[in-house]
């Protein structure tokens, strides 16, 4: 038999799922951030109000500066026994689902709905909802609260702008659009807490973060005359600090930011594993450089998980860059 190359589905058609289903599991990707865990609060609070059943699956836990979001507290990463066997997995926010980790339990695809707006998404849904030309995963949502007809209250809007805000990087990156400003307004005029979302997520930092950002600016490196810039954190500047991996969330963007750089990259050694976090000023496909190492993301955010030592990782996302074009 030969198999059906998935296509994208509509909002038209991912309604009409929703609708029919009677429970949902919304999913959010391994280190979570405002974008993936927005994005299923958002669905998961309009479900809810349709009378579904909702849980909310995250292997990490929610960091600290998204603890204010609307059932927050109700994120998980264990699953209810009693669920029926027609419970639809709303994975949010993940080019593959992998991307969920490992503690998901096995979900047949039948059961998968596919929301995303990264580049190069895998398809591995059921139904694939798949928006590459939207600011977040969360304004892909917005499409289907619009089809179910749900009213957009404060916390919902507020779900919504959190994912606006953060993939935008606080409407700094170049998807701030003019259709996501005016989404954000929208937002704001059904309630959304601007104040509080710029507060806890952007300006608010523990002290220990600025003491641990001190410790990485210092060990910054320039290469090919200054396009590139690259640090690292490790478990021994973390317990120096005492700061933990939540506090180096944007790190990456000072390296970027500085004069000259076209191309950054953070090495996050930590508990073992070397993730990696490629940001580009435009000029160069950190996308497509992340997934020749089996990473993925956007043209200008990208990240990966590299094996061996940290100087291994250096040299093989060096390569990967220059093979893109640095
Ligand atoms: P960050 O550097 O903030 O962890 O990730 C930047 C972007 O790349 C995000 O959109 C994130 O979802 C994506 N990304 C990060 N790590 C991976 C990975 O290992 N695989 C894939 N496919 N995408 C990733
Ligand atoms: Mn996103």
């Known amino acids: 038999m030969i198999e059906s190359k998935p296509r994208l589905a509509s909002a038209k058609e991912v309604a009409a799922e929703l609708r029919r289903r009677s429970a949902f599991v919304m999913v959010s990707h391994v280190k979570p951030d405002g974008d993936t865990l927005g994005a299923g609060l958002a669905l998961g609070l309009a479900l809810k109000r349709l009378g579904k059943r909702v849980c909310y699956f995250q292997q990490d836990g929610v960091p600290r500066n998204l603890r204010f979001l609307p059932d927050a507290d109700l994120v998980s990463r264990e699953l209810p026994p009693d669920l029926p066997a027609d419970t639809l997995y709303v994975f949010c926010d993940m080019s593959d689902r992998s991307r969920a980790g490992e503690y998901l339990p096995a ?16 398809l591995f849904g059921k139904l694939n909802f798949v928006l590459e030309s939207e600011c977040s995963t969360g304004s892909a949502v917005m499409f289907l609260l619009r089809e179910l007809g749900v009213p957009i209250d404060d916390r919902i809007a507020t779900c919504i702008l959190v994912t606006v805000m953060t993939d935008t990087g606080g409407f700094m990156h170049s998807n701030t659009t003019p259709e996501a400003l005016e989404l954000a307004a929208e937002l704001m005029r059904r309630g959304a807490d601007k104040e509080e979302i710029t507060e806890e997520i952007f300006l608010r930092k523990r002290v220990v973060a600025t003491k641990l950002l001190g410790r990485i600016i210092d060990a910054m490196r320039f290469e090919h005359g200054g396009r590139y810039c690259y640090s690292y954190v490790d478990d021994a500047m973390l317990a120096q600090t005492g700061a933990d991996g939540e506090d180096i969330e944007d790190v990456v963007n000072t390296l970027l930011g500085q004069d000259g750089v076209d191309v950054a990259a953070l090495f996050k050694a930590i508990e073992g594993e070397i993730r990696v976090s490629l940001r580009s000023s435009g000029k160069l496909n950190v996308q497509a450089a992340a997934r020749r190492l089996g990473g993925g993301g956007h043209f200008r955010a990208s990240g990966l998980t590299c094996r061996g030592s940290l100087s291994e990782a250096f040299s093989a996302v060096e390569a990967a860059l220059v093979a893109e074009g640095l």
């Open 107 to 122: 979900v047949d695809r039948e059961n998968v709905l596919d929301i995303d707006h990264h580049l190069g998404n895998a």
